[in-house]
C-alpha cells in the first residue's frame, strides 16, 4: 500500500506542477496603445529632478494585470536606460539602468500612476515577491523572468538608435 501512495503522490504532485507551468506559460496580451501608454508613464515614473537625462528607453513584459474599478495593478519586468549626452559629444552614453520586477499601480480616472512596488535586495528579495506577486506569475518573476533580459535590452537599444536618427 505504500508503494501505491507513493505514487498517487508523485501523480498528483506532477499534475499540479504541469498545471503550474500551463497557467503561468504565457505573457499578457495588451494593446499597442496600452504597451505605448505604460512606456511613457514608465518613462515619466523613472525620471528624476535632480539627475537629467537626454533619453530614456524603456522596454517590459507584462506578467499579469488585476483590475478593479479605481485602478489597474501590473505585474512584470521592466527595463529602463537612460542616456546622456557628454559636453562636446554627439553619442548618447548610459547614464542610469534599472532592470528588474516592479508592479504599477494606474489610477483609472487619470491614467496616471499613483504608486509602484520594488522588491526589497538581498535575503528578502524572493520573499518580497512571492508576497506581493500573484501565485500564476511566480515562475514567471523568479525563474523565468532573466529569460525576457536580452529581448528587452535589444527594444531599448531599438529605441535609441531611432531617437538617434531622428534627432541628427
Known sequence: MNKKKGLIVIIIFSFLIGLFIYFDNSLVKSTQE??????????????NPNHYADFTSESHRIFKIKENENEKIIYGRFCIIEYTFFEDDKTLHESGSYNDLLVVYLDKKNGKITNVWTPQDGDNY???????????????????????????????????LEYQSKNK
Open 34 to 47: 496600452f504597451e505605448n501608454e505604460l512606456r511613457e508613464l514608465i518613462v515619466e515614473w523613472n525620471s
Open 126 to 160: 524572493v520573499s518580497s515577491v512571492l508576497s506581493k506577486f500573484p501565485f500564476v506569475t511566480w515562475s514567471r518573476a523568479l525563474i523565468r523572468s532573466e529569460r525576457y533580459t536580452e529581448a528587452m535590452l535589444e527594444e531599448c537599444n531599438k529605441q535609441i
